[in-house]
């Protein structure tokens, strides 16, 4: 089975990400983040780390991990771990374990991005969902119960953030060529826009998966053919018939052509 791991800051978009991957490829998504909340409420040592911002040690993450690895359906059919590891050692410890990780997504998002996104958060206590006070509001009948979690101030993200600044290095280097780094925001050459969608995203985590067997890119502006005839360029039906074959009519649906058109800079014609 495929092995992934997902490594990004938080509120960097791994839960979306994590949902679109485990679609595709069948795999069973693993959130430590959600496996730690879940235990906190049993465990007030891990809960008051979890409200100062602060990383649970390692032994209890691995501690808690391992008992969701040994149940059948991570053997069956893989794992997408989100939120693991997130040190050098927890990367050892899952190799001794015997997971072999395939490759590793690296979402790198810019810190401003980050802190934006975790401090307007909301959240609806009753329907469970998450909604942001400018991007994604909450709707009136549900906008005078919406809560702020504990731990979503300014002070305790960019905590939160240093922590795993100082990791992701390490956990980059040890998985050396497996990695494959997707910029959002941070100023680097070539890196996706800060207000970008989460499937143009996902178009961009498919192609670093897989390769050249990836036909449907949007960015590649792949439904547009090569033809040379009478020195004009031509719709091509073979390249139309993949292009919906990869199932990317979601893309056009959530109007990713007019991200594809605003970084038209980048595309071979």
Not at 52 to 81: F, I, N, Q, Y
Not at 169 to 174: K, M, P, S, T
Request: charged share 25%.
């Amino acid at each position: 089975p495929i092995n992934l791991v997902l490594l990004g800051p938080p509120a960097g978009g791994k839960g979306t990400q994590a949902e679109l991957m485990s679609e595709r490829y069948g795999m069973v998504h693993i959130s430590t983040g959600d496996l730690l909340r879940a235990r906190a409420k049993f465990l007030p040592a891990m809960a008051e780390l979890m409200k100062a911002g602060r990383l649970v040690p390692d032994d209890v993450v691995s501690a808690v991990l391992k008992e969701r690895l040994a149940e059948s359906d991570c053997a069956m059919r893989g794992v997408l771990l989100d939120g693991f590891p997130r040190t050098r050692m927890q990367a050892q410890a899952l190799e001794a374990a015997g997971v072999d990780v395939t490759a590793v997504i690296h979402l790198q998002v810019a810190d401003e991005i980050v802190v934006d996104r975790i401090t307007k958060r909301r959240i609806d206590p009753m329907s469970g969902k998450i909604y942001h006070v400018t991007d994604n509001p909450p709707p009136p009948d549900a906008a005078p119960r919406v809560i702020q979690r504990e731990d979503d101030t300014v002070e305790k993200t960019r905590a939160r953030l240093a922590a795993y600044h100082a990791e992701a290095d390490a956990i980059a280097e040890f998985y050396g060529d497996r990695v494959k780094v997707i910029h959002v925001g941070d100023g680097s050459a070539g890196a996706l826009p800060i207000d970008v969608r989460p499937v143009v995203v996902f178009d961009e985590v498919r192609k670093a998966l897989e390769g050249d067997t990836y036909w449907g890119s949007v960015l590649r502006s792949e439904v547009l053919a090569k033809s040379f005839e009478c020195g004009t360029r031509s719709t091509s039906l073979l390249s139309v018939a993949q292009f919906f074959e990869h199932s990317r009519l979601r893309l056009l649906r959530n109007g990713c052509l007019v991200d594809a058109a605003r970084r038209a800079d980048r595309v071979a014609l």
